[in-house]
């Protein structure tokens, strides 16, 4: 299981673009990029997934660079609500035994 | 469509006593996975079952935690004589048989052993 470095925290303030950027090195090629989102006292929260180049939903997007060797989730124009935790995660798609690392924890201010 | 429901939402227990988690997957999800996060730290895998069948456990400890799936019911994780190691979250995450879209997590299950 490819293992990810992610910040440890981040601060931002509200209304801002945040870019949060995950490094994997040793990434298989059958290996997909997950994001997850944890509140505190919530279980995580599904955000994107990506294999390569750029993926968009409503809520954020994913960039994954040609060597798919790292990857920036990007939150756009974020509030105080997007304060949490977020979790990058590389495995074969549908990779149960996904390893949770510590995750960055984002901060919004007002 | 209710979520993965678990509870007890919190759960206290005497050191020897017996904890019993329950989760309920969403409707249409036919796998089951459980997962432990202490405080401040991510959420390591234990168990991943359907319904009736245990298909990986390399992640539970191998003495004190069982996990089953029963056809009728909730999915149960328990963990017996708890020692004050066992406090944690413990979230149980479900998915279809596709799984492309990642997990859907519980609120979890916060186990503080006293």
């Known amino acids: 299981l490819a293992k990810t470095t992610q910040p440890i925290s981040m601060d931002s303030y509200e209304g801002q673009e945040v870019n949060i950027t995950c490094s994997h090195n040793n990434i298989a090629t059958n290996d997909y990029i997950t994001w997850y989102q944890q509140f505190p006292s919530q279980g995580p929260r599904f955000i994107i997934q990506?294999?390569?180049t750029k993926v968009t939903n409503e809520v954020a997007s994913l960039f994954i660079p040609a060597d798919r060797k790292s990857s920036t989730l990007s939150l756009p124009r974020v509030s105080l609500s997007d304060t949490a935790v977020y979790y990058c995660?590389?495995?074969?798609?549908?990779?149960?035994?996904?390893?949770f690392g510590a995750g960055t924890r984002l901060f919004v201010k007002a | 469509n209710a979520g993965v429901m678990q509870n007890p939402r919190h759960l206290v227990r005497r050191r020897g006593q017996e904890a019993r988690l329950r989760c309920s997957p969403m409707k249409g999800h036919s796998h089951v996975y459980w997962y432990r996060q202490l405080p401040e730290e991510g959420l390591k895998f234990m168990v991943y079952l359907q319904k009736e069948n245990i298909i990986d456990e390399s992640g539970m400890p191998k003495e004190r935690f069982s996990a089953e799936f029963p056809k009728e019911g909730p999915s149960i994780l328990r963990i017996q004589q708890v020692v004050r190691g066992d406090s944690a979250a413990y979230f149980c995450?479900?998915?279809?048989?596709?799984?492309?879209?990642?997990?859907?997590f519980g609120s979890g299950t916060r186990l503080t052993v006293v």
């Open positions: 990506g294999y390569k």
């Open positions: 995450a479900s998915s279809p048989i596709d799984r492309e879209e990642g997990y859907t």
């Open positions: 995660l590389v495995s074969p798609a549908g990779g149960f035994k996904t390893i």
